[in-house]
C-alpha cells in the first residue's frame, strides 16, 4: 500500500483534481483540495526522492492552470531537480534521484519527440517508442550502479506497464471500499491480486531464461558522457534530418557503447568477508578464479559482498572455484552464489580430507544439482 512513486501520485492528485474540475469547483480550491491529501499521502510513506519529485510537478502543473499559463513537462522536471539539488546536492549522486529523473526525462523528453518523428498511427507503437526513450536513458544508469544489464527488460515493460492501471485502480477502489465492508473490498482488489500474481510468473521465468541478464560490470564515466553526448547528437540531427537509417545506426553505436567491456588485468583481491576467507584471483590470460568464499559473523556474505564485487569488476562467471574445506565461513558465500544462478564452471577441492569434511555430502549434493563439475587435485 505505502511502495509508491510518481505514477501514484500522478494518478491519485489528477484523479481527484479533474474530478473536483468536473463538478465546476474553482482552479484554485480544486488544486488546494486536491494537494492536500496528495502531501499527506506521500509524508505517510516517507516521502522518498520519486514522491517529491511527482508531488513538485504537480504543484506546478495546477499552477499553470490556475494562472491560464501552458504546461510544460520538461520546465517542470527541471524545477524539480533544481528544487531537490538546492536542498541537498548530494541528490545528484543517488541512484534513486538519478533514475527518477532519467526516466521521467526518457518518457517526455526523448519518448515524445521519436512519436513526433516517427509519427505512428497506432497505439502500440507509441507505447514501444517511449518505452525505448525510456530505456534508452535509464541503461547506462542501470549499469553503472547494477553491473549487469536486464535483456528483456524493454520487452516486458511493454507487456506488464499497461496493467499497472488495474493495479492501481483496483487498490484504491478496493482500499476504500473495505472500510466500509472488508468482504466486498476484498472482492474489489482480486483484480489488482491477479495481475500482481502474473507479474510474479512472467518475471520468474523470464529470470530463467538464458542471457536474462549479462554481467557487464559497472560502467566508466567517461563512457556514460560519450553515451550521452551521442544520444542528444542523435535527437537533434532527427529532428533535423528524420533519416531512419540513421537513428538505426545511432541505436548500434550507443549499444556497442553500454556493452563495451571493462579492462581486464591480473590481479588478486582479498574481500572483507569477516570471520572467514575469499579471494578473487585474475590471471594473465583474463581468467577468474576464487578461493572459499564464506562468513561466521557477515549474513548473506555472497550476495552482499562476494556478489557485488564480481559483478561490478564485469566478472561474468568464475572458472575454477576453489575450495580448501566445507566449513560454513568457507562456503557460505559460494552456496548463495549458486543458488542465485551465478555461472561457476568447475569447483575444486583437495584430494585427500575432504569426505571427514562437514557438511560435505549436503554440498557436494547441491554442486550435483546445479550441474557443477568437482575436481579433485
Not at 309 to 334: A, C, E, M
Amino acid at each position: 500500500v505505502l511502495c509508491v512513486s510518481g505514477l501514484h501520485i500522478s494518478v491519485i492528485g489528477m484523479s481527484l483534481y479533474r474530478f473536483l474540475r468536473k463538478k465546476g469547483v474553482p482552479y484554485a480550491s480544486a488544486g488546494v483540495c486536491s494537494t492536500i491529501p496528495l502531501l499527506a499521502f506521500a509524508e505517510m510513506s516517507g516521502f522518498g526522492v520519486s514522491a517529491k519529485r511527482a508531488v513538485i510537478m504537480f504543484v506546478l502543473m495546477l499552477l499553470a492552470n490556475w494562472l491560464g499559463r501552458a504546461y510544460d513537462s520538461l520546465t517542470a522536471l527541471a524545477l524539480a531537480a533544481f528544487f531537490l539539488l538546492f536542498d541537498n546536492p548530494g541528490l545528484f549522486q543517488y541512484a534513486g534521484f538519478l533514475f527518477s529523473f532519467f526516466a521521467v526525462f526518457g518518457a517526455v523528453g526523448i519518448g515524445q519527440e521519436l512519436i513526433k518523428i516517427v509519427k505512428p498511427e497506432k497505439k502500440w507503437k507509441e507505447s514501444v517508442l517511449l518505452s525505448l526513450g525510456i530505456q534508452l536513458m535509464t541503461l547506462p544508469l542501470t549499469r553503472f550502479f547494477y553491473y549487469e544489464i536486464p535483456i528483456y527488460a524493454m520487452g516486458l515493460n511493454l507487456l506488464l506497464l499497461p496493467m499497472m492501471q488495474v493495479i492501481l485502480y483496483s487498490g484504491i477502489v478496493g482500499g476504500v471500499a473495505g472500510l466500509v465492508c472488508l468482504f466486498f473490498g476484498k472482492c474489489l482488489l482480486l483484480p489488482a491480486a491477479a495481475v500482481l500474481i502474473f507479474y510474479e510468473k512472467v518475471l520468474t521465468f523470464f529470470s530463467g531464461v538464458p542471457y536474462a541478464y549479462v554481467v557487464t560490470g559497472t560502467m566508466e564515466r567517461s563512457s556514460i558522457f560519450v553515451y550521452y553526448g551521442i544520444l542528444f547528437v542523435l535527437l537533434f540531427l532527427l529532428k533535423t534530418e528524420k533519416k531512419s537509417n540513421l537513428f538505426l545506426g545511432g541505436i548500434l553505436i550507443l549499444f556497442l557503447i553500454l556493452m563495451k567491456p571493462l579492462p581486464k588485468q591480473e590481479r588478486i583481491d582479498v574481500l572483507d568477508v569477516g570471520q572467514g576467507d575469499g579471494i578473487y584471483f585474475c590471471t594473465k590470460n583474463h581468467e577468474s578464479l576464487f578461493l572459499d568464499g564464506g562468513s561466521s559473523d557477515v549474513s548473506l556474505v555472497g550476495t552482499y559482498r562476494i556478489l557485488p564485487f564480481l559483478k561490478r569488476n564485469g566478472v561474468g562467471k568464475i572458472s575454477y572455484w576453489f575450495v580448501s574445506h566445507t566449513d560454513n565461513d568457507h562456503i557460505s558465500g559460494l552456496m548463495e552464489a549458486i543458488d542465485a544462478g551465478y555461472p561457476v564452471e568447475h569447483v575444486v577441492f583437495a584430494k585427500h580430507g575432504l569426505k571427514e569434511a562437514e557438511g560435505c555430502r549436503e554440498f557436494l549434493k547441491k554442486l550435483e544439482e546445479h550441474k557443477i563439475p568437482v575436481l579433485f587435485l
